[in-house]
């Protein structure tokens, strides 16, 4: 797989590589962009689980290649497009990994400095979460180990799902929280 | 959705980076393409956050949850926040 550089001067994007990009990822436009917005998604994740400081800059660059790279490859490739953005995304991060200092991440902190702001972006976003998903949040966490595993058996069986559905459910919910505590601390920090 | 998906992957290890090459590689391709995977490793990221918090996990996995899990930014992030749901 050839996956140097983008010769950036010798070449540049418009609308109707990025269109042969887009229709080799899906046959509408529509298509297209979720399955785009998927891959970088999945290989951001990537990025992350390998310890990346900056994975959004990496899959940038993963997926600037292989636009690049579609432009000769949309018609004749076999397969799921995902597995060649893995395939430029490992060889982005062995390059990464060449030029990369070797910093120790800092410890966690123990939550003493957290700021009242933080907390009251918290409350607040906890508010804001639709009843049912506020009290699936507050009994889903209220038991700690060694009993908590059973306790959520229980509560799956009591809403009628699988666990995994469950699993999968308080995921978004935090997820979603996360991203509303996030972004009202950055509308504070603005003020 | 496949309910053994947490016991058929490694994503613990993973995680923790405690697989070798190949299986890594082997796991992303999946997570690539496999979205149960994908949704499974995300909860299992929380949960490993999670028992970081409650202090059950075992020396050895603190150790590489510290080193390794939280190298990156928005992990950090991700404790900070679920240390303060926690309160």
């Keep these: 797989m050839n996956t140097q550089p983008l010769p950036k001067k010798e070449w540049n994007l418009t609308q109707e590589a990025f269109a042969k990009f887009l229709s080799w990822l899906g046959r509408n436009p529509d298509d297209a962009g979720k399955k785009y917005e998927d891959i970088r998604r999945r290989v951001i994740k990537i990025f992350v689980c390998r310890g990346c400081d900056c994975p959004e800059d990496l899959t940038d660059e993963t997926i600037n290649r292989v636009i690049f790279r579609s432009q000769e490859i949309a018609e004749t490739y076999v397969g799921d497009p995902a597995l060649y953005f893995y395939g430029v995304a490992h060889k982005v991060h062995l390059e990464y990994l060449r030029k990369k200092p070797d910093i120790q991440p800092p410890l966690p902190s123990d939550g003493s400095l957290r700021s009242e702001e933080e907390y009251g972006c918290l409350d607040q976003c906890f508010e804001r979460l639709l009843p049912r998903s506020r009290e699936l949040v507050l009994e889903y966490y209220q038991e700690e180990k060694p009993s908590k595993i059973e306790f959520r058996k229980q509560l799956a069986l009591q809403l009628g799902i699988p666990l995994n559905a469950l699993r999968i459910r308080i995921w978004r919910i935090r997820t979603n929280l996360h991203a509303c505590v996030v972004q009202c601390l950055q509308q504070k920090a603005m003020k | ?87």
Excluded: T, W
């Design chain 2, 1 to 87: 959705m496949n309910a053994n998906l947490e016991h058929e992957l490694p994503l613990r290890p993973y995680l923790l980076g405690d697989l070798n090459s190949d299986e890594q590689q082997r796991l992303e391709q999946r997570l690539m393409i496999d979205s149960a995977a994908y949704e499974e490793l995300n909860c299992v990221e929380d949960e490993l956050i999670d028992d970081y918090l409650e202090g059950a996990l075992s020396g050895n996995e603190k150790q590489k949850f510290e080193n390794y899990f939280l190298s990156a930014p928005e992990r950090r992030q991700k404790l900070d926040f679920a240390s303060a749901l926690k309160r």
